[in-house]
C-alpha cells in the first residue's frame, strides 16, 4: 500500500515536472519589434499613423495634411532613436517645442501627437522605439554583403512571414510558439546553430536536424505557415549576403537604441 502511494506521488511528480517543463518550452520569446507593435496596436497607435504605422490619417489644418508615418516621413521628425523616444514620452522633441513656427503648425491641426509617459513603462517605451526604427528600415549595416542581404531577403519574400527586417512575430498557429521566429530573437539559436544549417533552411525549408527529429517534425508539419524552399530561386551569393545579414541583425550594430534614423 505505502509503495503504491509512493509510486502515485512520484508519478504526480514527473507529471509536473513534464508540465513545468512543456510550458517553459512554448513560453513566447517575443523579440522587442514585435512587442512594440503589439503595444502600439494595443495603446491606438495605429488610428492615427495607419496600420502598421505606414499610412498616416488625414489631420486637417496641417500643410502636410495627414500625421505622418513611421516610414518615409519619420526623418523630418526625428534624428536618432532618442527623438523618438521624446516624441512617445511628451508628444514632441525638446528641439521642436522651442520652434514658434512648429508649435503653430502643430496647433493648426485637428490631430496632436498624445504623450505617454504616464501610461508606459520604461520597457514598453524601449520597444516602441524598436518597433518605430523598423520600420523606418533603421539602423541599417554599414557592411555592403549584409546590406545586399536586406535587399535580397525583401526580395525573395522572406519578410513577407517573418516581418519587416526579419524581425518581427507573426501568429502560426499549430506551431511549436504559436508564431513564426523572428531572426533576432532568443528562439533563432534553437533553430539555427550556424551557417551550415541556416542554409539547410531556405534552400530545402527545414534543416536537417529539425528534419530527423519526429517531435520537431510534428510541429513543422501542424504549423499552418511552412518554411518555402528556395533552392530553385536563389542565385549565386544569395545565401552569403543573407547569413551576412542575418549575423548584423544578432550584432549590437544593429541595436536601434542609439541608432540615427535612416534617410530615404
Known amino acids: 500500500m505505502r509503495g503504491t502511494a509512493f509510486a502515485l506521488v512520484a508519478l504526480v511528480a514527473l507529471a509536473a515536472l513534464a508540465a513545468a517543463a512543456w510550458t517553459f518550452l512554448t513560453r513566447p520569446s517575443l523579440p522587442p519589434a514585435e512587442r512594440g507593435r503589439r503595444l502600439a496596436e494595443a495603446h491606438g497607435c495605429f488610428t492615427c499613423h495607419g496600420p502598421g504605422g505606414r499610412k498616416g490619417a488625414e489631420n486637417p489644418g496641417r500643410r502636410d495634411h495627414t500625421v505622418p508615418t513611421f516610414a518615409g516621413d519619420l526623418m523630418m521628425y526625428a534624428h536618432d532613436a532618442a527623438d523618438v523616444r521624446a516624441w512617445i514620452l511628451d508628444g514632441s522633441t525638446p528641439r521642436k517645442r522651442e520652434s514658434r513656427r512648429w508649435l503653430a503648425e502643430r496647433d493648426s491641426g ?3 501627437m498624445p504623450a505617454f509617459r ?20 533603421s539602423p541599417e549595416p554599414s ?9 535580397r531577403v525583401h526580395e525573395l519574400g522572406c519578410t513577407g512571414c517573418h516581418g519587416a527586417g526579419g524581425r518581427l512575430a507573426a501568429p502560426n498557429p499549430g506551431s511549436l510558439k504559436g508564431y513564426v521566429p523572428s531572426w533576432d530573437g532568443r528562439d533563432f539559436p534553437d533553430l539555427v546553430r550556424d551557417e551550415r544549417e541556416f542554409r539547410e533552411w531556405v534552400t530545402h525549408g527545414v534543416s536537417k536536424r529539425f528534419h530527423d527529429q519526429p517531435l520537431a517534425r510534428f510541429f513543422l508539419e501542424r504549423a499552418r505557415l511552412r518554411m518555402p524552399t528556395y533552392e530553385r530561386h536563389l542565385r549565386e551569393g544569395d545565401l552569403a549576403a543573407m547569413w551576412a545579414y542575418v549575423r548584423w541583425l544578432r550584432s549590437p550594430d544593429a541595436s536601434p537604441d542609439s541608432a540615427a534614423v535612416t534617410s530615404f
Open 110 to 112: 485637428a490631430v496632436r
Open 118 to 137: 504616464h501610461a508606459l513603462r520604461n520597457e514598453q517605451v524601449r520597444d516602441l522605439v524598436a518597433y518605430v526604427m523598423l520600420v523606418s528600415d
Open 143 to 151: 557592411d555592403s554583403l549584409a546590406l545586399a542581404g536586406r535587399e
